[in-house]
């Protein structure tokens, strides 16, 4: 054998030595080749999902003869630092920082024989690398990843419980598998015929859809109320990851009733909360052919057997007597407050067929409630409202302003409602299922959308937690204090915090009466009237506003941010720091 042809043998037999163990073990090696610049990047993009980061493709040096790929790097998308740009400081919310100086690379180039080895590759990374159930939110993997939900979603309809079930957090769910239910409530059977009536059939393909779903996964929960014919006259379902969510965000829960507005809707009323990122989340649901006091009871019952017995902290519900007797039954210990969002939809139907095709009064009914913390604002308000559309002489309207303390944003700010105002909460909810909820819609179909539209809001905190590793908010100034509210909090979260210390800047302080360890100083903003009373306390380093923000929303208020700063207070104070708000929330 000729010694080229010797060369070429070694050559070829190294080459298939290495496609060999690449082959084995999926890692780059140097010398390894590849038919294509493509083939070379679709290789370490798949290493890169199994490691747990995002490739992105850097420079490219061209042949100057042919025109083609000589030489080509891939990073990781972490790579470099992201350039000042002068705009930065015009700009309100900035893009968030992601690239860190990470090392990490594979380089290519092409041979005379035409094929793309690999001539340089860094393995090391100097950062976090993203877990196996996140790593289909890497950018790189993304395609995949919305191609094997979209592929889920067409199967079934929603996504597997079970698959989304792997990939939270579940210890308060690991003693759940059998709850040791009845599926059938012979006990609270209703002593009357239910009041709305079902589709001939309908009882019975629910029933088996949610056996379907038990079968799937036994953590499943499902109950019905029979009426006094034996007949169903109510139902309630929760999946495991709705378990979960109530378990770590279930202090304030939202019953919404809004589909009673409407006899045309199929009586649909789920459990809602927010998450730490303040997205919606469904801790259970509802089909309610019955709404008697004992229907309610039995609803509000089975709901806290189904979450292990947890009582929420604050339960927003629409005004109603009957849902009041229900709820102060079911739930004493919880403060009952009425939801803004009913009062809005109940003005809107009592009043707009005088307004019919003014958008202006819509706006103004939606600014006049959602948009006024204070007392004051939110009364000049409403009579601006009366004054511009002639509403004085409305009773229906002023027995509701008479009995606004159980639902203006500006009262009971003592108790906790995570933020909730409704517009942000329901937007979009009821107009994505409305559709569905017609009673000339099979039943399954809406059950099986409003599973797609639950695993949709799944996927949409996936999306939030992987953005959340990933990136890190922007900062208005090197602030000790906001350096250490940013590693606590989630980014949406952050920024709430974020604006209120930057109105804090603009406050003025006077100092107050002092006894003992407690002072009480008076807050406002630079040249203005309105001044704030805020209570500092040596003794435990507490600070207390009678706006009462953080007592509503769980975040510290600019006036309050202000006294910590005048006391030199750098780190955030332990109790002002509410769990379900920080990056941690879900352990």
Aim: proline fraction near 3%; glycine fraction near 4%; include cysteine.
């Amino acid at each position: 054998m000729l010694p080229s042809q010797k060369r070429l043998t070694f050559a070829q037999a190294v080459e298939a030595d290495l496609a060999n163990s690449s082959s084995m073990d999926g890692v780059p090696k140097l010398g390894m080749g590849f038919e294509s610049e493509n083939h070379a990047y679709d290789f370490y993009n798949s290493y890169a999902g199994r490691i747990g980061f995002s490739v992105r493709k850097d420079y490219v040096n061209r042949s100057k003869i042919d025109g083609g790929v000589a030489s080509r790097r891939f990073t990781c998308f972490r790579e470099g630092f992201r350039q000042k740009d002068k705009r930065d400081l015009n700009v309100k919310r900035p893009r968030k920082e992601t690239r860190i100086g990470c090392l990490a690379q594979l380089v290519i180039s092409r041979q005379p024989d035409g094929k793309y080895r690999v001539t340089h590759f860094e393995e090391k990374h100097n950062h976090e690398l993203v877990a196996a159930s996140r790593v289909r939110m890497l950018r790189s993997q993304k395609r995949v990843a919305l191609a094997q939900v979209v592929e889920s979603n067409a199967q079934d309809g929603s996504k597997d419980q079970s698959t989304l079930f792997s990939e939270f957090s579940c210890q308060s769910v690991r003693d759940c598998v059998d709850h040791g239910y009845n599926t059938i409530d012979y006990s609270s059977r209703l002593s009357s015929k239910r009041t709305r009536e079902m589709k001939e059939g309908e009882a019975g393909r629910l029933q088996q859809y949610f056996q379907t779903k038990q079968a799937k996964n036994p953590s499943f929960f499902y109950a019905m109320q029979l009426d006094a014919e034996d007949q169903i006259a109510n139902i309630f379902w929760a999946d495991a990851k709705m378990v979960v969510d109530y378990s770590d965000f279930g202090d304030v829960v939202c019953f919404d009733t809004t589909c009673r507005l409407n006899n045309d809707c199929r009586p649909f009323s789920p459990f809602i909360g927010v998450n730490h990122h303040q997205q919606m989340v469904v801790f259970g649901a509802a089909l309610l052919y019955d709404e008697t006091v004992d229907s309610f009871k039995w609803l509000f019952r089975t709901f806290l057997e189904a979450m292990s017995g947890k009582t929420p902290k604050t339960f927003v519900s629409d005004e109603d007597p009957i849902l009041t007797e229900a709820i102060d039954s079911v739930f004493p210990e919880s403060d009952h407050r009425i939801c803004v969002w009913h009062v809005y939809q109940k003005i809107l139907k009592q009043l707009s067929p005088g307004f019919a095709g003014s958008s202006s009064f819509v706006n103004d009914v939606s600014s006049c409630l959602f948009y006024h913390e204070e007392e004051e604002d939110f009364i000049n308000a409403w009579k601006v409202l009366l004054d511009v559309y002639g509403l004085w002489e409305n009773e229906w309207l002023t027995e509701l302003f008479e009995n606004r303390e159980k639902w203006a944003m500006a009262y009971r700010r003592h108790i906790f409602c995570a933020g909730i105002k409704g517009s942000r909460l329901y937007e979009g909810f009821d107009s994505n299922l409305k559709k569905y909820l017609k009673f000339d819609t099979d039943v399954l179909s809406f059950l099986k959308y409003f599973g797609k539209l639950v695993s949709n809001w799944h996927y949409k905190e996936l999306e939030a937690n992987y953005n959340m590793s990933q990136n890190m908010p922007r900062l208005i100034g090197d602030i000790i204090l906001l350096k250490h509210a940013r590693d606590l909090y989630t980014p949406e979260i952050f920024e709430l915090f974020q604006q209120e210390y930057e109105t804090c800047l603009n406050m003025v302080i006077d100092q107050g009466t002092e006894t003992g360890p407690v002072i009480e100083y008076k807050v406002s903003i630079f040249r203005q009237l309105r001044e704030y009373r805020v209570i500092f306390n040596f003794s435990d380093m507490k600070v207390a506003c009678n706006c009462m923000k953080f007592e509503f929303m769980g975040v510290l208020c600019s006036h309050a941010l202000k006294v910590l700063d005048y006391k030199n207070i750098k780190m955030l104070p332990i109790q002002f720091i509410l769990k379900r708000w920080t990056r941690d929330a879900r352990i």
